[in-house]
């Protein structure tokens, strides 16, 4: 898991927290005191053994994410998109000088009149209610804004929690990813003080009626209680198991499957967007003339109309697609969101690979076509077609998964390349659109430090997890081995630890 590096400000759950560590700057030549990271390395969707054997192998990291001052929602759309674009004509020799010309609501300096259609207002950030019971929680601000979910000055400098696990059975995938949200120290605040309480949706039917938060809150209270030495989860994995049946009993996974699954269910379990009173809003319509950064901040909040919680706020960020007829150049774009990213492998004949190459690969355009092609409104027809995609919106903590396993007919087959990462400094600025990274004439960068690793030891039949996580307070790594916990070093992060030779992982 990474951590962002940048500045604090872009988004409203951290902007005025006063104290938010002390992250880098966005600016060249500003003084940038590192933050922290996750690198998470579950294995993809599939049930895999767990017993020690071979080298190690990481697939998922998180980064986390602070970027510079997006423009605030609150602004008219004109000021918006004369901030964001400029629709003056570039003409050798210049224009003539003609009074301003406004029309369809754009200022134009030039004489000449540009027909645009204006696209809808954003809409109005959803307001919720929120129930809570002061005899038991401590009063946080109940109107939305800059730090929706939980105050961090109200959370003090604690070390994180340094308490392992006990193995129940080829359960090391969920102590790997246990102990790596864990590690996500405001996520654990959140949780440790209470506030969580004042957000659980019992009402909610995609959740679990607050059963999962209530029972992951417990488990993180003792591990930072730091009363016992290692904790035995088994009412934390009963009560996953009643609402997954798949990680009932003694069962092989893999931990980014159980880690998809948890933070859905901590996500709909403190929903409160899903609240009846919650504020409805219309889906934006495809519009290609509406400026990108408009059209984004418009499909986040229809998102975040029915989906706000502390899980969206930290760890979702949204993905662009753009489709271009080949034939007649038609194009749609959509912005999705997304908890992680899963990024492929390069094939580079067994070499060694970097984590940008990955991010690289990912954002490769691609060609539809046959079965694949595009049904373009355009032409009427299934066209061959281009698909670019990128990252339109970072979370503050960045999840990515690599995806090591691929089919091979009827069989399953892991990608052995070895993927070197950055400890500090994964710097994701090339992978955003021009109007993130320029801002005002300064060059805005997305950087993020690691903060925990949920490694992958062995084969596809034969495997075991642990985690890496990065304790701030004291400054040390700790391996976490089900119940066994020691320090590490940072050299160690990127070392097999049967071995002690570097081994393939992200």
Not at 134 to 151: E, L, R, V
Not at 320 to 337: A, D, E, I
Not at 457 to 472: D, P
Request: with cysteine.
């Amino acid at each position: 898991m990474y951590r962002s590096s940048s500045n604090p400000g872009l988004y409203s759950h951290t902007s005025n927290f006063s104290d938010y560590p002390k992250l880098k700057s966005n600016v060249s030549g500003e003084p940038k005191p590192p933050p922290k990271v996750w690198l998470n390395s579950g294995e993809p969707s599939t049930a895999h053994a767990y017993k020690p054997a071979g080298p190690r192998s990481a697939e998922v990291n998180v980064y986390r994410h602070s970027p510079a001052n997006p423009l605030n929602l609150d602004q008219s759309f004109n000021t918006k998109l004369n901030q964001l674009t400029d629709l003056r004509p570039s003409i050798a020799g210049g224009l003539p000088t003609a009074p301003p010309v406004r029309t369809d609501s754009v200022t134009l300096s030039p004489s000449i009149a540009i027909r645009r259609k204006p696209p809808p207002p954003i809409p109005p950030k959803p307001v919720p209610t929120v129930s809570r019971d002061d005899s038991i929680i401590s009063p946080i601000a109940s109107t939305p804004g800059n730090g929706d979910f939980f105050s961090l000055s109200e959370l003090g400098s604690v070390s994180i929690g340094v308490t392992g696990l006990k193995n129940l059975g080829n359960s090391c995938y969920m102590n790997s990813t246990v102990q790596c949200l864990s590690g996500t120290e405001y996520l654990s605040r959140f949780f440790n003080g209470g506030s969580y309480r004042r957000f659980v949706n019992r009402s909610n039917p995609m959740g679990t009626k607050g059963a999962v938060a209530e029972e992951y809150a417990r488990l993180v209270r003792d591990m930072w209680g730091g009363q016992s030495p290692f904790l035995v989860p088994s009412q934390f994995k009963n009560t996953i198991g009643q609402f997954s049946s798949q990680f009932q009993g003694h069962d092989q996974h893999d931990s980014q499957e159980f880690l998809a699954f948890l933070m859905d269910a901590i996500h709909e379990d403190l929903n409160v967007a899903r609240r009846s009173t919650a504020i409805k809003i219309e889906e934006p319509k495809d519009d290609e003339e509406t400026p990108d950064k408009i059209r984004q901040e418009m499909a986040w909040n229809y998102y975040r109309a029915s989906n706000w919680s502390i899980i969206v706020d930290l760890f979702q960020g949204q993905l662009k697609s753009k489709l271009q007829c080949m034939t007649c150049m038609k194009t749609s774009t959509t912005f999705n969101p997304f908890m992680y990213l899963s990024l492929p492998i390069p094939s580079v004949g067994g070499r060694a690979v970097s984590l940008q190459d990955c991010l690289s690969k990912f954002v490769e355009p691609e060609i539809l076509e046959g079965e694949d092609a595009w049904f373009c409104p355009s032409c009427k027809a299934k066209r061959r077609t281009k698909k670019t995609l990128s990252i339109a919106k970072l979370p503050s903590i960045l999840l990515v998964h690599l995806k090591r396993f691929y089919f091979q007919g009827p069989f399953k087959d892991k990608v052995e390349t070895y993927v070197d990462f950055p400890v500090d400094g994964l710097d994701v600025s090339g992978f955003m659109p021009t109007y993130m990274t320029d801002v005002g004439g300064r060059k805005e960068r997305f950087v993020y430090d690691l903060y925990a690793i949920s490694n992958h030891m062995g084969t596809l039949t034969s495997g075991h997890y642990t985690a890496q996580v990065y304790n701030g307070t004291r400054k040390q790594w700790h391996l976490f081995d089900d119940s066994r916990i020691s320090s590490c070093d940072e050299a160690s992060l990127k070392v097999d630890f049967s071995v002690n030779t570097v081994s393939a992982f992200v």
